[in-house]
């Protein structure tokens, strides 16, 4: 019950496409659903997160939305760059508590130019 | 602001060894974490720390791993003795506080290989 699944494990897509990243959780109690970006070499770094009470945030190009009925979320990125090619982790946590994040497996993402 | 420092980089030891990473968190921060990213999975947490005191180490096997805080600044994690199946990538993580709402700044992580 605290496992985060992603998919796809790898995705490539030209520039200016919208590469679409799904996860799916099965604890009810997690209400905090985070994003992080991962470079080669570098620690993972937080991209956009999102609760329960709303269905989609938006910060630039990088959309979540979320299905709390289907315990579902997915990642968004409009007009993806070359520069988007990175690792991309969705997690799930409480958010008010002390509780660990639990982190998918990741999605490694190519964007050609 | 200077990010989460780890120290070394890259190691390779061979089996049977002991290991030490070290961790300066950003200034400020209280909470620190250190966590396991085997390749091509996600962070898993090995324990966590209120200043100097580990607060969830249910994930660290004591029985070769083992970590300290000492004046709740730096940290430095041991493996005594590695095996095979150490190999992986050791990340530490800051935060101002221990809730998920308190965001999570990692350091490049220490890339270990045993042999």
């Known amino acids: 019950q605290q496992q985060v699944k992603q998919s796809p494990q790898s995705l490539i897509v030209q520039k200016g496409g919208i590469p679409i990243i799904n996860c799916a959780y099965e604890?009810?109690?997690?209400?905090?659903f985070p994003w992080y970006q991962q470079f080669p070499g570098k620690g993972p770094a937080l991209l956009i997160a999102?609760?329960?009470?709303?269905s989609e945030k938006k910060e630039g190009r990088f959309t979540i939305s979320f299905n709390k009925s289907a315990k579902q979320f997915s990642l968004h990125i409009m007009d993806s760059q070359p520069g988007d090619s990175a690792t991309y982790f969705c997690?799930?946590?409480?958010?008010?508590?002390?509780?660990?994040?639990?982190f998918g497996s990741g999605t490694r993402l190519s964007i050609r130019p | 602001e200077a990010g989460v420092v780890q120290s070394p980089r890259y190691k390779i030891i061979e089996k049977k060894q002991p290991v030490a990473f070290w961790c300066n968190p950003i200034?400020?921060?209280?909470?620190l974490y250190w966590y396991l990213q085997n390749l091509g999975q996600g962070p898993e947490l090995l324990i966590r720390?209120?200043?100097?005191?580990?607060?969830?180490d249910s994930q660290l096997p004591k029985d070769r791993f083992s970590a300290e805080r000492l004046k709740g600044v730096d940290s430095t994690l041991k493996i005594q003795p590695a095996e095979l199946g150490d190999s992986a990538v050791y990340l530490c993580?800051?935060?101002?506080?221990?809730?998920?709402?308190?965001?999570?700044?990692f350091g490049p992580g220490t890339r270990l290989t045993v042999l």
């Open positions: 993580a800051s935060s101002r506080g221990s809730g998920s709402y308190n965001e999570q700044f």
């Open positions: 604890n009810t109690a997690f209400d905090y």
């Open positions: 999102i609760r329960p009470d709303v």
């Open positions: 997690a799930a946590s409480r958010y008010s508590s002390a509780s660990k994040i639990i």
């Open positions: 200034s400020g921060h209280n909470t």
């Open positions: 720390y209120e200043n100097e005191e580990a607060v969830d």
